[in-house]
């Protein structure tokens, strides 16, 4: 059986929680020896206590499962701290303002790490009255395609979804727009910044 908790992040967080072996126990409504087995790797939590373990421990159970809690430490909402994520099952496009755990469709999703763009994937970016027209130079059939553009400023961002057979571009308005992001379904996340309004 694979092992989906372990026991050394079971005792971290017990620790963390000040909570003793046997405090856990009554807690879950299990013996004390039950927790020690699961601490040492020697028995595993029933499935049906991972959820009640979660809130003892004070996480979530995406956190238990993956074994560290996640801390949001963008408190002051910074927009270059911007994650994007996307779901490999349905295109879903989520975005977060800082470490999460995201899931879409059952799956936990890792946030989507930003490259230089080169190649097909360069963009274009011209100034049209107060707004900013950006192209991908980038195929766009069912099979390789551009799934969004996302224009992003210092209080917030616009994100244009963009669907096969369409055009790989999009108008977004120009305000203090510092980064533009595009994902392209086989390449993945391509970042430019605009500050001192750089072409790519």
């Known amino acids: 059986m694979d092992q989906y ?10 620790e963390e929680r000040k909570l003793s072996q046997s405090r856990l126990a009554e807690i879950l409504g299990v013996s004390d020896k039950a927790v020690s087995k699961w601490e040492t ?13 979660a809130d003892a421990l004070g996480i979530s159970v995406i956190e238990l499962l993956r074994g560290r809690n996640v801390t949001n430490t963008n408190r002051s909402a910074n ?9 490999p099952i349905c295109g879903n496009v989520l975005c977060a303002a800082g470490e999460a755990v995201v899931s879409c469709c059952g799956v936990t999703l890792p946030p989507l790490e930003a490259e230089e763009p080169e190649g097909e994937h360069r963009c274009v970016v011209e100034d049209v009255e107060d707004e900013k ?24 961002f616009e994100l244009v979804k963009l669907y096969p057979e369409g ?7 120009t305000g ?12 993945g996340l391509f970042r430019l910044s605009l500050r001192g309004d750089r072409r790519g």
């Open 5 to 14: 908790v372990t026991g050394a992040v079971i005792r971290k967080l017990r």
């Open 41 to 53: 790797g020697r028995g595993y939590p029933d499935i049906t206590l991972i959820e009640p373990l």
């Open 79 to 87: 927009m270059e701290k911007l994650r994007f994520y996307v779901c």
């Open 133 to 156: 027209y950006v192209r991908i130079v980038h195929p766009m059939n069912r099979a390789h395609f551009i799934s969004f553009i996302a224009a992003v400023r210092d209080e917030g």
């Open 167 to 173: 055009g790989a571009e999009a108008r977004v308005k």
């Open 176 to 187: 203090r727009t510092r980064w533009l992001y595009w994902y392209c379904n086989r390449h």
